[in-house]
């Protein structure tokens, strides 16, 4: 902001008869932001390739911007004074300021305001064009041979349709539309004599280009041939009234109005989209962190990237900052419906699931006919049509966990019930016989081998495993596995640790 800022600062300066040294500062500084501007586009050539640059519309109107800078620096130095364009070049240089509008909210949000507007400035604009060309018309048959007056010259009047269109586009800014009124009223001397004439009953010659009057000059009037007259008078003074009044009521005020409200109204819609749950900083949050996840650009991220993009986002799409994510995160991704596409989502699907899940609302059947053509068009083809969701995918990874739980419980379960019973055991021979500690030691170290000691581990370790690839999925075995990893502990004491009674899972026979 503060490179373009300084840019804009350095144009105002350039002025009329300014001296040589000031010309080459000028030149010298439109160098250096030029060389800022190319070196910026390059790296973000390096940095998201270029591609994926030509793709956002902004970094191609600053590569428009870049190549008109460049294409000047090269002109100027190169002395060429006989091109026409190099003038248009150099104010081309002023497209600079508006690189401050993706940078500022303010014009971002009037400029997105002004777009909103435009479909609808467009059905208002056809209007008013009809209501012109109608008005035009009827100049044209009402005051085409008006007498030229003050107002009513060769560059405003009525005698062809462009002529008519430009005089009704200057009536709209109201200036002097009530003198061009007053000069389509004109009744006297507004007969025109088109060639020399001389009436020999009178001893009188008329010269061409007289305006005689009809009251004054009727007895002169009556001895002319009517071929060598024109009649430029109003045909009525009222019907110039009706025009001119009813087009500024109608044109003028009306349909300006009307475009005023439009503007007016989008940009009162706009800020209640600020107030809405879903705002345009949450859209643009979920943007970079997909762009964080998927590097190449290609639309699309892993399933279980899911939980991850999640974690980044903070409510209301997201859980950043809340407590009990993982139950959160399954909730989430089971109330809402992205396609599973061969372990992949796409950025459009899971935008649209992600906010439709807080801010969604039932459309009518043709909108939401109409937004859903727009979608499809963006999405990949797929032949076969998709089965599964990632609540499928989260649901099934939810299942494996839970039966390789189970299947855990079920291996170690009669290694726990004999544990359990040496431990009754133990107990009730260390009241019968104090001294007896040292041989259950001995005993239970004797018959728990090392493999049975690593099958324990495994198991515990391929459970960890399982429920370590998706958070919140697979809770159901995390008591089990936490009981599980206590007894390894209690069983892998050293044989010679003083308070090691771990007897073995034989010890019974």
């Known amino acids: 902001i503060v490179v373009i800022l300084s840019n804009v600062l350095c144009m105002f300066m350039v002025h009329y008869g300014q001296g040589p040294k000031w010309d080459v500062a000028m030149s010298a500084s439109n160098i250096v932001f030029t060389g800022i501007f190319v070196i910026e586009m390059i790296l973000k050539w390096i940095s998201i390739s270029i591609t994926p640059y030509f793709q956002d519309g902004w970094n191609i109107f600053d590569f428009i911007v870049?190549?008109?800078?460049?294409?000047?620096?090269?002109?100027?130095?190169?002395?060429?004074?006989?091109?026409?364009?190099?003038?248009?070049?150099?104010?081309?240089?002023?497209?600079?300021?508006?690189?401050?509008?993706p940078k500022a909210k303010g014009l971002r949000t009037m400029l997105m305001t002004l777009l909103w507007s435009l479909p609808a400035l467009g059905n208002v604009g056809a209007v008013l064009f009809m209501f012109m060309f109608i008005y035009a018309i009827i100049g044209m048959n009402l005051?085409?041979?008006?007498?030229?007056?003050?107002?009513?010259?060769?560059?405003?009047?009525?005698?062809?349709?462009?002529t008519a269109m430009i005089t009704l586009f200057r009536i709209i800014t109201g200036e002097n539309w009530t003198q061009l009124m007053?000069?389509?009223?004109?009744?006297?001397?507004?007969?025109?004599?088109?060639?020399?004439?001389?009436?020999?009953?009178?001893?009188?010659?008329?010269?061409?280009?007289?305006?005689l009057d009809g009251a004054d000059n009727s007895t002169l009037i009556s001895f002319l041939p009517d071929n060598i007259?024109?009649?430029?008078?109003?045909?009525?003074p009222i019907?110039?009234?009706?025009?001119?009044?009813?087009?500024?009521?109608?044109?003028?005020?009306?349909?300006?109005q009307l475009i005023i409200g439009i503007i007016l109204e989008n940009i009162e819609v706009h800020a209640s989209i600020e107030t809405m749950s879903i705002k345009q900083s949450h859209i643009q949050l979920f943007v970079e962190t997909w762009e964080e996840l998927d590097v190449h650009g290609t639309g699309y991220i892993d399933a279980p990237s899911l939980t991850a993009l999640l974690l980044a986002i903070p409510s209301p799409m997201g859980v950043k900052g809340q407590d009990h994510v993982a139950m959160r995160i399954q909730e989430i991704v089971q109330s809402v419906n992205i396609p599973f596409r061969n372990n992949r989502i796409h950025f459009l699907e899971t935008l649209h699931a992600l906010a439709g899940r807080v801010a969604g609302a039932a459309l009518p059947a043709d909108e939401e006919y109409m937004i859903h053509n727009k979608m499809i068009q963006r999405l990949p083809k797929e032949e076969v049509p998709l089965k599964y969701s990632v609540g499928d995918y989260y649901a099934a990874l939810y299942v494996?966990?839970?039966?390789?739980?189970?299947?855990?419980?079920?291996?170690?379960?009669?290694?726990?019930?004999?544990?359990?019973?040496?431990?009754?055991?133990?107990?009730?021979?260390?009241?019968?016989?104090?001294?007896?500690?040292?041989?259950?030691?001995?005993?239970?170290?004797?018959?728990?081998?090392?493999?049975?000691?690593?099958?324990?581990?495994?198991?515990v370790t391929s459970i960890k495993?399982?429920?370590?690839?998706?958070?919140?999925?697979?809770?159901?075995?995390?008591?089990?596995?936490?009981?599980?990893?206590?007894?390894?502990?209690?069983?892998?004491?050293?044989?010679?640790?003083?308070?090691?009674?771990?007897?073995?899972?034989?010890?019974?026979r």
């Not at 085409?144 to 405003?156: E, M, P, S, V, Y």
């Not at 009953?201 to 007289?210: D, S």
């Not at 007259?229 to 009525?236: E, K, L, R, T, Y």
């Not at 019907?239 to 300006?256: D, E, K, T």
């Open 143 to 162: 005051f085409g041979n008006i007498k030229f007056a003050d107002q009513i010259t060769r560059l405003a009047n009525f005698r062809d349709f462009p």
């Open 239 to 256: 019907l110039a009234i009706m025009f001119f009044c009813s087009y500024m009521l109608v044109v003028a005020y009306l349909m300006l």
């Open 66 to 101: 870049v190549v008109v800078s460049v294409l000047g620096v090269i002109l100027d130095y190169a002395q060429i004074s006989s091109l026409t364009f190099l003038p248009l070049l150099r104010v081309l240089r002023v497209l600079r300021i508006f690189k401050l509008i």
């Open 229 to 236: 007259m024109q009649n430029q008078c109003s045909p009525a």
């Open 182 to 211: 007053s000069d389509c009223m004109v009744k006297s001397n507004c007969i025109y004599v088109k060639e020399t004439y001389t009436v020999m009953a009178l001893n009188t010659t008329v010269m061409r280009g007289t305006y």
């Open 400 to 459: 494996k966990t839970s039966i390789k739980g189970f299947l855990a419980r079920a291996k170690l379960k009669p290694l726990f019930d004999a544990y359990l019973a040496q431990e009754k055991e133990q107990d009730a021979l260390l009241k019968a016989n104090p001294n007896a500690a040292i041989m259950l030691k001995a005993r239970a170290m004797a018959t728990l081998s090392r493999r049975q000691r690593d099958e324990i581990l495994s198991t």
């Open 465 to 508: 495993g399982t429920s370590g690839h998706q958070d919140g999925v697979g809770k159901g075995s995390d008591t089990c596995q936490q009981h599980q990893e206590g007894s390894l502990q209690q069983q892998q004491q050293e044989p010679d640790s003083p308070d090691s009674s771990v007897p073995a899972p034989h010890s019974r």
